[in-house]
């Protein structure tokens, strides 16, 4: 029998995210920024909110930020103040989160999708060329998982079709191609401030990032309902403001963002040295020139379900995104497709799996992940 008490104890759940561990270390720090707003008084489109824009729009490389509601508004407004219209075309990528398609969705604009690059899971720019339309008004370049897409041949198509292009960072802030940040290539960029992630908010926000003042001031009109002054509205708009009170709390995170990147790219670097020995598991790729931020740490299985499973009797929590490409969406049936349309994104849909990953994870709790993953190969 053995002599101490925790030998045959169960062992913790690694969770695949954790902000409790994140809140322990800078709560003092959040408690003031919310005091400060809330003896302030001022809850909208205040000191709090123009501080984190110009700091967002800094960090992204350009002039101009807009804060907004969320990452999903960001995609909406971005779209319309570069002139998508009911009736338009749009191109994205069919592996992302649903609401990069419902945001063109939400204009009455149809979304057209392209295929990823298996490597990567990213839009392959090769894919353009065959879905562009004379009704195509936009493109769309979703930086999936924390890596850029490719972004010189996008923007090269983009350019030569006088098509705006607008990139989706909801997963990336901070990660670069080629030397400079995501958000910096596009006429308009779109980040999430979503809880879980790289830099999260306590509830919804998003920005709007972009060069353009004009860009920039359609933004800010269309949300505060469409107001060129106090109670004077040129069009319809959206109540999509980012409040004070989510604003300071970003504000204070940002200031830990570059600390907590290099954290993940260090669990990141430990996943993939541990990772590279164990058969038949495909590792997040990080091409030369590119500097993947790893919002996710996504590895690939062909036994991926059965992966997870594993994985989930041993405690050690593991996410899919995502299961189901856009084009195979219930949303998007009436689009009329059909499996194999784009067989890149459907294969990764049945073999991505996400660990765990964040600033604060342990190196014994990776190395619990991956001794898992053995056993699992094992088998």
């Not at 110009?54 to 960090?59: C, F």
């Not at 593991?318 to 349309?341: E, F, I, K, M, R």
């Not at 799996?353 to 600033?359: D, G, I, Q, R, T």
């Not at 990776?366 to 094992?378: G, H, L, Q, S, T």
């Amino acid at each position: 029998m053995s002599t101490h008490p925790q030998a045959n104890a169960a062992p913790e759940p690694i969770p695949q995210f954790d902000l409790s561990v994140q809140y322990a270390t800078i709560g003092a720090e959040i408690r003031t920024a919310i005091e400060r707003v809330l003896s302030s008084q001022q809850f909208v489109l205040g000191r709090e909110g123009a501080a984190l824009e110009g700091e967002i729009a800094l960090l992204c490389g350009v002039a101009h930020g807009a804060g907004v509601a969320s990452g999903t508004d960001a995609l909406i407004l971005a779209l319309r103040a570069c002139g998508v219209e009911a009736g338009d075309e749009v191109l994205l990528p069919t592996s992302t989160f649903v609401a990069t398609g419902s945001a063109v969705s939400a204009l009455g604009a149809k979304p057209v999708f392209a295929d990823i690059r298996p490597e990567t899971y990213n839009l392959d720019p090769s894919e353009l060329e065959r879905r562009v339309t004379s009704r195509t008004r936009a493109i769309i370049a979703v930086h999936l998982y924390g890596l850029a897409a490719d972004m010189d041949p996008i923007a090269a198509f983009a350019k030569s079709r006088k098509l705006p292009l607008i990139e989706d960072c909801a997963q990336a802030i901070g990660a670069l191609y080629k030397g400079s940040r995501v958000g910096s290539f596009g006429d308009a960029a779109c980040l999430s401030f979503y809880p879980t992630k790289n830099l999260g908010a306590y509830g919804d926000a998003g920005m709007v990032v972009c060069n353009s003042p004009e860009i920039a001031a359609r933004v800010r009109i269309l949300r505060n309902h469409g107001q060129t002054a106090k109670y004077r509205s040129s069009e319809p708009g959206w109540n999509s403001r980012l409040d004070e009170l989510q604003a300071a709390i970003l504000r204070v995170k940002l200031r830990h963002l570059a600390g907590w990147q290099h954290a993940r790219r260090s669990n990141a670097a430990e996943y993939t040295r541990l990772l590279q020995q164990i058969p038949g598991i495909m590792t997040p790729l990080e091409p030369q020139g590119f500097e993947h931020v790893y919002h996710q740490y996504t590895i690939r299985s062909e036994q991926r379900d059965a992966l997870q499973q594993h994985l989930a009797a041993r405690k050690i929590a593991s996410a899919v995104y995502y299961p189901h490409p856009l084009h195979l969406q219930p949303l998007y049936a009436p689009l009329g497709h059909t499996l194999g349309d784009f067989p890149h994104a459907e294969r990764a849909a049945q073999e991505v799996l996400s660990l765990p990953m964040y600033a604060e994870l342990r190196k014994d709790q990776i190395a619990r992940v991956v001794d898992a993953i053995a056993a699992f190969v094992k088998c």
